[in-house]
């Protein structure tokens, strides 16, 4: 019987110990989460108090990027991308290896919706060249901003105009990287222009340009080519790529096709009637030859993109010297 009440002591004395070290447990993490302070936005204690400098994503990298600019008022803090998180946050207390994602979770695996993700970068992004994002060819096919920008990073690669850009487009764009490596291409390998001297990836128009046509955006660069000339060439006011490729090809200038191969698919054989896919077998000053070899038609038509040629005779629209 008195091992029995001593027993009975005993575990009584456990249990009200087992209760004051919970107890004093609890008492210590609200103590020590009331003492957490920002450590770069505002209100951001909450979330470093286990995302800090040592997390994989290295969030606090963000005090280096736009987004972490304090004397800025509109920059935002984590809450505010992020959502409120409560149940996140609340799976963390409770010791979950893995907690639930925040009610807004960014990154290639969040399980979010894509339009709630993008909603969030939305709402402050908007206007400018993203007026027409929602019609674009990237939001219809369900990519979010977060698919090519790194928020948190110190150097969005996307916004990096000296090979980090490129490298992101090419991720999806494969075709475009093999042509960007043809030996005839644009320099964005060199780093002297990149994707988005030619597209605006927000913009509404199906091939994402930053102008409202492929000729605004190529007479950009190429103005000597806008005109207007006296003799125009119909293919180049229509649309430059008709017979450029302008992501890279294995032929001079950026062309499809070499001449006279090129020009042919348009100008038939009423021109040369005799023209042959040959080279001269001896010296010849024969036109039916003469188109095939060296640079072709344009030895003789050299001003292919228009000509203001005054000469009052038949020819002097042909685009000659």
């Not at 990237?138 to 490298?167: L, M, Y």
């Not at 010296?283 to 005054?310: E, K, L, W």
């Amino acid at each position: 019987m008195k091992i029995s009440h001593r027993l009975f002591a005993v575990a009584l004395g456990l249990g009200v110990l087992g209760m004051m070290t919970s107890a004093d447990a609890l008492a210590q993490a609200k103590m020590k989460k009331s003492k957490l302070q920002d450590l770069v936005l505002k209100g951001d204690a909450k979330c470093t108090a286990c995302h800090d400098e040592e997390d994989a994503p290295k969030v606090l990298y963000i005090g280096r990027t736009k987004h972490g600019t304090l004397a800025d008022g509109r920059t935002p803090g984590c809450t505010k991308c992020h959502g409120d998180s409560a149940k996140h946050i609340a799976d963390a207390e409770a010791g979950e290896k893995k907690p639930a994602q925040p009610d807004v979770a960014f990154g290639r695996d969040s399980k979010t919706e894509m339009h709630t993700r993008n909603e969030s970068c939305l709402a402050c992004h908007q206007g400018g060249n993203r007026t027409h994002w929602e019609s674009s060819t990237h939001a219809s096919r369900d990519t979010g901003c977060t698919s090519c920008h790194r928020i948190h990073a110190t150097q969005d690669p996307v916004r990096d105009k000296f090979g980090g850009q490129s490298e992101v487009c090419f991720t999806c764009h494969k075709e475009q990287r093999a042509m960007i490596n043809r030996p005839v291409h644009h320099p964005i390998r060199e780093g002297k222009m990149n994707c988005s001297d030619c597209h605006n990836v927000h913009g509404g128009n199906p091939k994402q340009l930053a102008r409202s046509s492929v000729n605004e955006v190529c007479y950009t660069c190429h103005m000597e080519k806008r005109g207007p000339f006296l003799h125009n060439h119909q293919p180049v006011t229509e649309d430059c790529s008709i017979c450029h490729q302008p992501h890279g090809t294995v032929i001079a200038s950026l062309l499809k096709q070499r001449p006279p191969y090129l020009c042919q698919e348009c100008h038939s054989h009423t021109s040369h009637p005799g023209q042959v896919a040959g080279i001269p077998t001896g010296p010849s000053t024969s036109t039916s030859f003469m188109g095939t070899i060296a640079r072709g038609c344009v030895n003789c038509h050299t001003n292919i993109h228009g000509g203001n040629s005054t000469v009052d005779r038949a020819t002097a629209g042909r685009f000659r010297r």
